[in-house]
């Protein structure tokens, strides 16, 4: 500055921002009719490689497993974790010990209401490739399921002179009816067929019981795969006259991961979730085609980063070509912002229950490592559980309208309670170079507009990031700012603000 011949200098830090407004106008076009009735859970897979997570640690890991709030944990046996073993009509086709090692905890803790998954027929009614088949033991295949409900609901069932009894006073509600059919050499006929006869072999031994049905994995709209969206879930939807589904659904599932290929990019995995969020558009319009089927929700019951995983030979199951390598992401400060990304793009769109693939794993998979021990992962998921609850006694909260000069490298998600209380979510997904893989993300400052909602008692930011510490969680700190709020992350990572009248 210069006045008189005089000259004067300051210095200052200019500080470019993204600027957000919070309006307390609930917008009914996003989730269901403008509510987010989307709850968090968790899931485990139940075969000889994953091992006795529980093991003789039982009590503090069910402590640990308690607190993430998860609700219907997905259970899915597999390979020898299938409890019928042979069909020789003696007591040894059936052993429960490898399954019950890991249902009987799991089933004590949480909502105590676990979904089983019927993941695949045993061996014996599989063809050579192990696939099962569908032509020579579909009624097989029903009988096995309703076995399974006998076990865990109705008093057991007796085989070979021996009667089989869950131990647990608690019955399994929740029944999925195969696992990904779409990637288990499936046609959807043939799946139709399937959920057709196992349903109503099920709900002749418990009538009560909960239907998840599909559980498939298409992620991607117009690929002309078998696994397309567009192409797999017609035939289940036509009418029950034109052979569609004709017994109960209370929940259409589908998985979603965002590769399956460690060399994909940040930008690349990001991409991904705007698209899963048509496929869940998608699906509440096949829903829509059958009015018997009306209000019928969707449910993503597997989710995570990377789908790939380490063939015998050491190589990608995905890529055989690649030597497999872990993927980190699904455990460092990128899933602090993918998570809470696909959370708000998917609650969104509809979708009901968002399920972490897997619950006790490695550093691409887990919350918890094998040991229990929490990674980042947990951490994420119990916020978004903490900040955005939907349960039976915590009614889901209403989506309120949120403008932004940025929409491309921030996810907003704002929420007002029935207490009159607002959560604002921020998660910076901006990459900081093309390239990155598992990138450190960019630095990004937002200030959010909150006037209209009117004042606040209290106000506190609970920031999760590259700089949080897995073994002790995030901690929630005061805010003495008022209107409009600045939030800053250095990086990849997920900021909720609460705002409590």
Not at 233 to 253: E, H, K, M, R, W
Not at 285 to 304: H, K, M, S, Y
Not at 347 to 373: I, M, P, S
Not at 462 to 467: E, G, M, N, R, T
């Amino acid at each position: 500055m210069s006045s008189a011949g005089q000259t004067a200098a300051i210095n200052f830090t200019l500080v470019i921002a993204i600027s957000a407004k919070v309006s307390a106008t609930i917008d009914t076009t996003l989730g269901i009719h403008g509510e987010l009735p989307q709850f968090m859970s968790t899931s485990f897979q139940i075969a000889e490689w994953s091992g006795n997570y529980f093991g003789t640690d039982t009590a503090a890991r069910e402590a640990t497993l308690n607190k993430l709030g998860a609700q219907h944990i997905r259970m899915q046996p597999v390979s020898q974790g299938v409890p019928m073993v042979a069909n020789t009509g003696s007591a040894s086709d059936w052993d429960f010990t490898m399954l019950d090692q890991m249902v009987q905890p799991i089933l004590t803790t949480s909502d105590h209401s676990p979904e089983f998954q019927v993941a695949t027929a045993p061996a014996w009614m599989c063809d050579s490739s192990g696939q099962f088949d569908v032509a020579h033991h579909l009624d097989d295949f029903a009988a096995y399921a309703a076995n399974l409900v006998r076990y865990y609901n109705k008093g057991g069932f007796d085989w070979g002179g021996t009667h089989f009894q869950s131990p647990s006073s608690h019955a399994i509600a929740w029944w999925g009816i195969f696992n990904e059919p779409d990637y288990n050499g499936i046609t959807p006929q043939q799946y139709v067929a399937i959920y057709n006869a196992l349903v109503p072999a099920m709900l002749k031994v418990d009538p009560t019981i909960k239907l998840s049905a599909l559980e498939f994995s298409g992620s991607t709209l117009g690929t002309g795969y078998s696994s397309d969206p567009e192409i797999y879930l017609p035939p289940f939807f036509a009418p029950a006259s034109a052979g569609g589904v004709n017994t109960q659904v209370d929940v259409v599932s589908n998985h979603f991961y965002s590769s399956c290929n460690q060399t994909d990019t940040d930008i690349d995995l990001f991409d991904t979730v705007p698209a899963y969020a048509a496929v869940e558009t998608y699906i509440y319009q096949q829903i829509a085609t059958r009015p018997d089927l009306a209000g019928t929700p969707v449910w993503t019951t597997e989710n995570n980063v990377n789908a790939d995983y380490q063939a015998s030979n050491g190589m990608s199951t995905c890529n055989p070509g690649q030597v497999f390598v872990t993927d980190s992401r699904g455990t460092s400060a990128f899933f602090a912002a993918w998570r809470p990304y696909v959370f708000s793009q998917l609650g969104k769109a509809g979708n009901q229950a968002l399920y972490h693939w897997a619950y006790d794993g490695d550093q691409q998979y887990g919350e918890v490592d094998t040991n229990g021990n929490p990674y980042l992962s947990y951490w994420v998921d119990d916020a978004l559980r903490f900040y955005f609850p939907s349960t039976p006694s915590s009614p889901s909260a209403s989506i309120l309208s949120v403008t932004s000069t940025d929409t491309t490298t921030i996810e907003l998600l704002a929420t007002r309670n029935s207490d009159g209380s607002t959560i604002v979510m921020v998660a910076n997904h901006a990459v900081n170079s093309p390239g990155d893989n598992n990138g450190p993300g960019a630095p990004r400052t937002v200030t959010i507009d909150v006037s209209s909602l009117g004042s606040f008692k209290s106000e506190s930011i609970l920031v999760i990031d590259a700089s949080t510490n897995a073994a002790t969680g995030p901690a929630a700190a005061s805010l003495s700012t008022t209107s409009p709020i600045p939030v800053s992350l250095q990086g990849y990572g997920v900021a909720f603000i609460a705002l409590k009248p």
